[in-house]
């Protein structure tokens, strides 16, 4: 089966929407900047892919994560020509940790909160009409996953439409952790480069349109051929080669896709120790047989690790990048790690040619990991 990806939205660091982000990404661009939601000097890592919108400088602001949230997915059903239909539409939103910061900023600032504040479908209601909205967490996989929630309830005769939607914020306390557990800190994210240190956080929102074949009657922007998913819960950190490896093969299996066909990859890419091992035995593992193997790149060292939703941010630069004829290269990258050699690792500039296909990974803390397949 496959899906029209009717409408897309999106901001980050590096733009206010797909195709900002996509251009910014292809020019080698970093959002990472020294940190402004709170005190750096309390913390080895100073730095972060934030995005400016906060009134004042130095001073944070609560709900950002559904500020922008409410933006993104307004702007999908304007697109797609169905923000009077916003009631009968069903929002799935991946976060990893939805409003984390407003309660942080209520208990050290004393700024308002109520418990349906930490709710999203609270906002989406009065602002937008959507009356169904469920939120998926399931860490840094919890926008693919529901991706392919809603390609179950299209295909179960449920809806023929879903928004697919994803947001976080910066939190201190996700920030102050990841801190004390990364060393050497890193001050940016360097995907399957010999010298990477770690994850930043970065920022972000993001919201597609997905619709059953046929239902859209306007352009689509490209097409979803699977989703997959697993969850090893092998190790709490480390992922396990042979289960990203298994996910990525069902991920072709249930898109009717060969390996060979593979264009490009957007992997997950967090720049990890461990995460870029397992990704890149992985890849060598499931595309050893189709040299000279597909195209491969990372957006985090351009906007971060924008945690729940960035499988679905990935997404939509791949959806970019399919109509553009062009792959993003990986900034920060500038020694590849040996365990990379033999991969087509896209740095310095875009990998240009036709593309057709692309497979979108992203892999969460406990063995979680999605993977997505698009087409032009």
């Not at 097409?223 to 950190?237: I, K």
């Not at 996910?247 to 072709?252: C, K, L």
Request: hydrophobic share 45%.
């Amino acid at each position: 089966m496959s899906w029209d990806i009717a409408a897309m939205s999106a901001v980050a660091c590096l733009g206010t929407n797909p195709p900002e982000i996509y251009r910014a990404l292809c020019a080698g661009h970093t959002g990472v900047a020294p940190l402004r939601a709170f005190d750096a000097t309390k913390y080895r890592v100073r730095h972060a892919y934030e995005i400016d919108d906060r009134a004042e400088p130095g001073r944070d602001e609560p709900f950002r994560a559904t500020r922008w949230l409410v933006r993104v997915v307004d702007d999908a059903l304007r697109e797609a020509g169905l923000s009077a239909q916003a009631a009968d539409i069903p929002v799935l939103v991946g976060t990893t940790l939805r409003e984390l910061r407003s309660s942080e900023l209520w208990w050290r600032d004393g700024t308002s909160l109520t418990p349906a504040d930490l709710h999203f479908a609270r906002a989406l209601h009065e602002r937008l009409g959507v009356r169904r909205t469920e939120t998926v967490a399931s860490a840094c996989a919890a926008a693919l996953y529901a991706l392919g929630m809603a390609t179950d309830l299209i295909e179960s005769g449920v809806t023929d439409t879903v928004v697919v939607a994803a947001t976080d914020a910066i939190t201190e306390s996700s920030f102050g952790g990841l801190d004390r557990v990364q060393s050497p800190a890193p001050q940016e994210i360097r995907p399957f480069d010999v010298d990477r240190r770690g994850m930043v956080m970065g920022e972000g929102a993001v919201a597609v349109v997905l619709r059953a074949r046929g239902v859209h009657t306007g352009p689509v922007h490209g097409v979803l051929r699977g989703v997959e998913m697993n969850c090893d819960a092998a190790h709490p950190t480390v992922p396990e080669p042979a289960s990203v490896a298994r996910a990525i093969r069902n991920a072709h299996h249930r898109s009717g896709i060969r390996a060979a066909e593979v264009d490009f990859v957007i992997v997950h890419g967090s720049g990890t120790t461990h995460n870029d091992l397992a990704e890149s035995q992985a890849l060598r593992d499931v595309f050893a047989e189709t040299p000279p193997g597909p195209w491969i790149t990372s957006i985090k060292g351009g906007v971060g690790h924008t945690c729940g939703g960035s499988g679905l941010l990935s997404l939509v630069t791949a959806v970019q990048a399919l109509r553009h004829g062009a792959v993003p290269p990986m900034h920060g990258l500038h020694r590849p790690m040996p365990e990379a050699d033999g991969l087509r690792l896209v740095a310095g500039a875009p990998a240009t040619g036709p593309l057709r296909i692309a497979q979108i990974n992203a892999i969460g803390l406990g063995g979680i990991n999605a993977v997505a397949m698009v087409a032009a």
